[in-house]
């Protein structure tokens, strides 16, 4: 499996970003599939996972912000942001939930300012 993450970008506290995250191989039919994020000195953390049946979960600190979404045709993951705040700063990834380390790609910045 490789997966890209891509849509990150500058953006005003306020504001809102979509990104995706495009997938090869069978990644779409894993029971658990989502996004994290990682921060300058902080460890990386799950901010959202969607199940094979359509379920999500989410942390609280994007609870009602952030929407995962899922295209199983196109074999692609989103996670559109809304009232960004500057602590949403971070490297974005996708993976499985729980991760698989193999699968970690190069991530996209999200950089929010105040």
């Known amino acids: 499996v490789q997966l890209q993450a891509s849509g990150g970008g500058l953006v005003q506290a306020g504001g809102s970003l979509r990104l995706s995250c495009a997938a090869s191989?069978?990644?779409?039919?894993?029971?658990?599939i989502g996004w994290y994020r990682q921060a300058p000195g902080k460890q990386r953390e799950l901010v959202a996972f969607?199940?094979?049946?359509?379920?999500?979960n989410y942390a609280d600190s994007v609870k009602g912000r952030f929407t995962i979404s899922r295209d199983k045709a196109k074999n692609m993951l989103f996670l559109q942001m809304n009232s960004l705040k500057p602590e949403d700063t971070a490297a974005y990834y996708c993976?499985?939930?729980?991760?698989?380390?193999?699968?970690w790609g190069q991530g996209t910045l999200v950089t929010v300012s105040s």
């Open positions: 993976n499985r939930s729980p991760y698989v380390k193999d699968y």
């Open positions: 191989g069978s990644f779409l039919s894993f029971n658990y």
């Open positions: 969607i199940s094979s049946g359509g379920s999500t």
